[in-house]
């Protein structure tokens, strides 16, 4: 066991020792990769801060039901006492149409307005909510509910939250295919640096294997080379992505200030950072291995 760590502590410091050497190529490819991994890395920060204030909206499927205008207040109580029986419902709140104008008045838009009116032109409404938030079950129960007497219109106000939580799922979809897309390229970046530094101990490597080196022998300095660079581009991707949320954040505070919120843009949470760098080090770590694979079957 022991004799297995030191082999691999001095694999180790053989790939540090090159990437010392070679600190311009080094950095070089370590910022190839973390620029690349930034962009998904970015994107993943963003939706999950934006996914952070969309959990706070309430999002709870309402029906709302708007009584014809001018129909008796008698029949607008007496459907809403109906509705309170329906098993399907789980709250029903009557809204009257005073309650309704006056609603209207509190906003600054509309208070000039509305002053000029000499009716109410608003009819009496029930927001309901239902007991099953499945969409085909609102669908349904809304259907049912405009054909009832008296009732001019049914809104369900559910289907905004549906177009948000498939826009979210679009984007996370966009950016796990931007991530597999820049991890193959990443994996060749990889795969094509170890190669010259394969060439360039060619016959060292093939001196060890004539006095007897095993493969596991030969592909271990590489392994940590590439995983170091991965590594190190996990690293950059990070900083890049901090410093990137440090800007938008200190143009997005004023605004978020303007309507009364303590908005602020987060970085990513330590597991999902920790999870970036050991991505980055296994992406390294498989181009460096897919390339000396590739090498030691040639010779």
């Known amino acids: 066991m022991r004799a297995w760590l030191r082999g691999h502590r001095r694999a180790l410091l053989r790939a540090l020792g090159k990437l010392g050497a070679q600190k311009s190529a080094s950095a070089f490819n370590a910022l190839v990769i973390g620029v690349a991994l930034s962009l998904p890395a970015g994107g993943y920060a963003l939706l999950g801060n934006l996914s952070g204030v969309a959990g706070k909206i309430s999002v709870e499927p309402r029906i709302s039901i708007f009584m014809r205008v001018g129909a008796p207040r008698s029949d607008a109580q007496a459907l809403a006492a109906r509705l309170k029986t329906d098993a399907r419902i ?7 149409r005073e309650e309704a104008l006056a609603e209207l008045r509190a906003a600054d838009e509309l208070a000039v307005l509305l002053k000029e009116l000499d009716r109410n032109p608003l009819p009496d409404a029930l927001v309901l909510r239902a007991g099953d938030p499945s969409p085909a079950s609102l669908e349904r129960l809304a259907a049912e509910l405009r054909a009832l007497p008296g009732v001019e219109h049914v809104q369900l106000d559910a289907a905004w939250a549906r177009r948000l939580a498939a826009l979210g799922g679009v984007v996370r979809w966009g950016l796990a295919g931007l991530a597999a897309l820049l991890s193959v390229g ?40 590439g995983a170091t660079q991965g590594l190190a581009g996990g690293a950059l991707a990070l900083a890049a992505v901090w410093v990137g949320l440090t800007i938008l954040d200190s143009q ?10 303590q908005f602020r843009l987060a970085f990513l949470a330590s597991g999902d950072a920790l999870a970036i760098l050991a991505f980055s080090a296994i992406l390294g770590w498989v181009g460096a291995w897919l390339s000396v694979s590739r090498h030691l079957r040639q010779m």
């Open 90 to 96: 789980a709250e029903v709140r009557f809204v009257p």
């Open 186 to 225: 990443l994996v060749a970046v990889t795969f094509n640096t170890i190669r010259l530094q394969i060439l360039t101990q060619r016959d060292e490597i093939e001196v060890a294997k004539l006095i007897g080196a095993t493969d596991a022998y030969v592909r271990r300095p590489f392994l940590y080379l």
């Open 252 to 261: 997005v505070r004023p605004l978020a200030a303007s309507y009364g919120s």
